[in-house]
């Protein structure tokens, strides 16, 4: 089966509440690329044609979103509608990559009661969602989050990540395994993320997405999955352990 027909038949990943696996946003967004390289001949012009045809799948509203049955078929016809166009009447030079794709910002509110919670303790709780995700254990994950724990995900508008913050325990749990169905070459491990532990996925050895968890007593309050490219450049840069 070609990738597009493989791609294309991915409509069962395309739930709005819960996301789509990371393996098949990265594979989406190749795709384009690949399409986009095709038509216009650079690399650059082809990763600024991608942006804004995300910019524009953000612009929609969530119920315009909701009803788009196959997401990567609404996204190669406006990929190719813009690559049309920028062949006719290229933009302005320098403008590659000007356009940022629009996506709310994250505000965090950390909850005023929240345990205080020892690094022993923020370690344990980290390497058991570990062992949770890793065995896609519903089961497992669910005591490990509080009642109203809440994910962000952060694409940058360059992966199509859930646009929300997602809350409550069932959701975030399913939106943590839904995002992390690990295809073959994936591995999550421990790692240390901005002082703490948190938790590192990598596509063979290429860094593809960084969890930071806020952990209160012996609970997951908060998750923050990054998987924007840009942002991730350095962990693979510097090919982190």
Not at 106 to 126: C, F, K, M, N, S
Request: proline share 6%; hydrophobic share 45%; net charge positive.
């Amino acid at each position: 089966m070609s990738q597009t027909a493989r791609l294309s038949g991915l409509s069962h990943v395309n739930r709005v509440d819960d996301g789509s696996p990371l393996a098949d946003l990265l594979d989406e967004r190749r795709h384009l690329v690949a399409l986009a390289h095709r038509m216009l001949g650079s690399a650059d012009d082809a990763e600024s044609a991608v942006d804004e045809c995300y910019r524009r799948w953000y612009a929609l509203s969530d119920r315009e979103r909701e009803r788009i049955r196959v997401p990567l078929t609404w996204l190669a016809a406006g990929l190719g509608r813009i690559c049309r166009a920028r062949r006719v009447l290229p933009p302005p030079e320098g403008s590659a990559g000007a356009a940022r794709p629009t996506v709310p910002d994250v505000i965090v509110v950390r909850p005023r009661d929240a345990q205080p919670t020892t690094l022993r303790q923020h370690d344990a709780v980290v390497h058991a969602v570990r062992r949770a995700l890793v065995a896609a254990d519903v089961d497992l994950l669910l005591p490990l989050l509080a009642p109203d724990a809440a994910a962000f995900f952060d694409g940058g508008g360059k992966i199509r990540t859930l646009v929300a913050p997602v809350h409550g325990r069932d959701r975030v749990a399913r939106g943590l395994l839904r995002l992390l169905d690990r295809g073959p070459h994936t591995t999550l491990a421990a790692h240390s993320v901005n002082g703490r532990t948190g938790l590192v996925v990598r596509h063979g050895r290429r860094v593809v997405a960084v969890l930071s968890l806020d952990v209160s007593g012996t609970e997951a309050v908060g998750v923050w999955a990054v998987v924007n490219p840009d942002k991730l450049r350095s962990w693979n840069a510097g090919r982190h352990p």
